[in-house]
């Protein structure tokens, strides 16, 4: 920690040893001294204290050292620190914060070099930081040359991590973690998860202390405008939505066994990689009525060389839970016989899944994209397949959310069926939310009028 509270004392005599000249100084509460052969020596060191603290500077208490000699002797380069804090980092992390760390660090240190000269090309430096050098994975092949040679030239040119105390280089590495690699500005959920892992970089150097304290916290600076609110200009209707799923079935035998997978998202609103690793003792499938079903895991996939395993999907808990974390899910009667049709013509497989590959073993997300854009060329009209309208069957959760928010269901409740917290539902779908706001306003003012609420 730094401070301004520094004591300076006066060179004492020991009267013995090698070193017998004694300065010594405290630092906050924390006593320091230090030896010497001669007074002349001592005293030299006693007037650059002095200076420091004449100059304001402030000096840090474990070391006792002003702060721009503690920073010169934690010097090393902001890749050298980004690589040690991935890996101390790798243990623990699932392989998607894996993947997500990587491409952060890997965006922020392609900015924070000395110069251009030399620079190789920017995909392949990209490719060389985010899959090589912030990837910790026993798996790992060794790099062709191209990749050796790019890490070469970054190792050179990266900046020694003391510099980020100049608040120019901060924003140098803001600016770069709020563009994608085409220059157009990074979403609001990019450029935050983004920003968190520069955040936790840097404060892993004041753990380190590498810095005397995070230089991001001291930084104004305003990100490029930017929106995160769902555009539901391409959100498919409930009727697009039903005529998407029956498509899926036209398509071909592929299609026919999709079909609940799609509709476990156009209904029950689950992410993919939820309904992906959906199993029969998930779900409550009554022969009529509602049925329930209960996420309690997700299998994205993630690509084989940030897993454990070697394997493309990671097993893993629900999005922003805890690893044994469920959450229950109503489902409508038209969902529940999707789902009924589905086991009585398709089974489940050996684990207990209701979805799975054309050759077996787990769905893969290229499957299900490439059927799902068949359906869409029988679903939809010429104009609107030249458009975004369901352009991936993620948009069939937004169909339910809004749908959800639509018919009068309590923000609340739909951001535990969706898996969100309420701030994010309020984000993504303020547009639906704010459209709700007249039949809100005009219950207030019939209760306010002293009428009864309806049962």
Known sequence: MLTYDVQIHAIRDLGRGRRPHQLRWRVGKNPHSATFATFPLADGRRAELLTAMRKGEQFETETGLPASEFRKLNQVSWFAHAKEYAEAK????SAKNRATRADA??????????????KPDRRVLRRALSCWAFNF????????????????????????LVHLDDSENVRLGLEAIARLMDGSVAADTT????????????????ERRRLPSNPLQFVDWTPPATSDEIDFRWVPSPAQGRALLDAAGQVSARGRHLRAFYGCILYAATRPAEATNLRLVDCSLPKSGWGELVLGSSSPRVGSRWTDDGQSHEERGLKRRARNATREVPIPPVLVQLIREHIDAYGVAEDGRLFRAARGGRLLTKETAAVWKRAREIALTPKELK????????SCRHTAVSGWLAAGVDQTEVARRAGHSVAVLLRFYAKVINGRQERANGLIERFLDGEEPAA
Not at 105 to 118: F, K
Not at 147 to 153: F, G, N, R, Y
Not at 191 to 206: E, H, I, P, S
């Open 90 to 93: 790798w243990t623990r992390s």
């Open 105 to 118: 660090l890997a965006t922020l240190t392609e900015a924070l070099v000395t110069d251009r000269r030399g």
């Open 137 to 160: 994975s026993e798996h790992l092949a060794e790099p062709p040359e191209e990749i050796t040679s790019a890490l070469a030239w970054v190792t050179k040119k990266s900046i020694p």
């Open 191 to 206: 450029l935050t998860r983004k920003r968190m892992v520069f955040n936790n970089a840097l404060r892993y150097a004041v």
């Open 387 to 394: 458009t975004k309208l369901a352009e991936v069957p993620y």
